[in-house]
């Protein structure tokens, strides 16, 4: 795994029809219509997000990089050559941007902290220098220990059972067990900086960031469906996107919902009518049962995905060609939907 291999995925998933920018997006977690609408055209959900610090400049890096050795080609939008295709291979990461969002570093920050809390409380040590500096870290720690009946000694054990449950049972590779250990602090026993590890596993950093970032998303969603891990469940408290629209497409569906029309709600939140659209667009991503049917008919879709099999492409422009009929509204819906239920 390295951050070569998932640019290359994002972009042979797009199919050469966006921008490097787009990608860029993806992986900052930008929260609008077009990058989310992308994350769900192109199946990359599991990356968004994936890297909220990711600066403009070394995602300029990389992508020249990929292109001066052959493995991209750009031509205004971004193409995987042949090389670039072999480089990507054939393995299955389990990442889980969508979900998690950046969140996953606030459970890696609360286990930390956690971990070393009880290390030292077990071995007679109060005063320590917190390995964590954020308050509202060391807040989320001090109420959960507040809370806990159980002797310091007894929690210790029963965090460090369901964490080596958490790794093993969810089948974490025996690198990232090992880098997720070595990130933890101790009593007299300091974790591990990314260079240290890097060097040892004779991996660039950010290889080793991504398979901790991987090996969080992996236990997050283990322990998310479990009962029997209540330490970190409640260490994993929040972690967990609990709404996946926008603010302003939040307050659009509610309108809808009240019975109002795309240009009703347009004209009553003084937005452009592309604007609320986007918003539609956002919710049939990710409402469970939006109303679809209202915009486009079962006929429109298949004849829709008809043209996308035929074209092998998405692109609107070329689908608005073969469909002239049909609004762009109506065709980025029929592409974000599916063929779910045609």
């Known amino acids: 795994m390295s951050f070569d291999s998932v640019l290359l995925t994002i972009f042979q998933r797009m199919h050469g029809e ?10 900052r977690g930008k929260r609008s219509g077009q990058t989310l609408q992308d994350v769900e055209y192109y199946q990359v959900k599991s990356y968004y997000g994936l890297l909220p610090g990711l600066s403009a400049s070394d995602f300029q ?21 042949a090389k670039g295709q072999i480089a990507t291979g054939s393995e299955l990461w389990r990442f889980n941007g969508w979900d998690y969002r950046g969140r996953e570093r606030e459970f890696g920050r ?19 220098m917190p390995i964590q500096k954020e308050l509202p870290v060391q807040q989320f720690i001090k109420g959960l220990l507040r809370n806990q009946p159980a002797p310091i000694n007894a929690l210790a054990e029963a965090l460090r059972t369901e964490l080596e449950r958490s790794m093993t049972d969810a089948k974490l590779s025996e690198l990232q067990c090992t880098i997720v250990s070595g990130r933890l602090t101790g009593h007299h026993v300091t974790a591990y900086t990314w260079e240290q590890m890097a060097e040892s596993f004779k991996l660039p950093v950010m290889t080793v960031q991504l398979y901790y970032l991987e090996a969080l998303h992996i236990v997050l969603d283990f322990i998310s469906v479990q009962e029997d891990f209540p330490l970190l469940t409640e260490l994993a408290a929040g972690c967990r996107v609990d709404t996946y629209l926008t603010q302003s497409a939040e307050r659009t569906r509610k309108l809808f919902e009240h019975g109002y029309s795309v240009e009703q709600i347009a004209s009553l939140r003084h937005l452009k009518l592309s604007t609320i659209e986007d918003h539609f667009i956002e919710m049939a991503a990710n409402v469970y049962d939006f109303p679809y049917l ?35 509204f109506q065709l980025r819906l029929i592409v974000i939907i599916g063929r779910r239920d045609s």
Not at 18 to 27: K, P, T
Not at 110 to 128: H, K, Y
């Open 18 to 27: 966006r921008s490097a920018q787009g990608v860029f997006h993806i992986l």
């Open 61 to 81: 890096l990389a992508v020249e990089r990929l292109v001066s050795e052959g493995y991209l080609y750009i031509d205004i939008l971004v193409y995987v050559t």
């Open 110 to 128: 609360r286990l930390a902290l956690l971990v070393q809390t009880l290390s030292n409380l077990r071995n007679g040590e109060t005063m320590f």
């Open 294 to 328: 209202e915009f486009v008919t079962d006929e429109q879709i298949e004849a829709v995905w008809q043209q996308i099999d035929q074209l092998q492409t998405k692109r609107l422009r070329l689908l608005k060609e073969r469909c002239p009929e049909l609004s762009y």
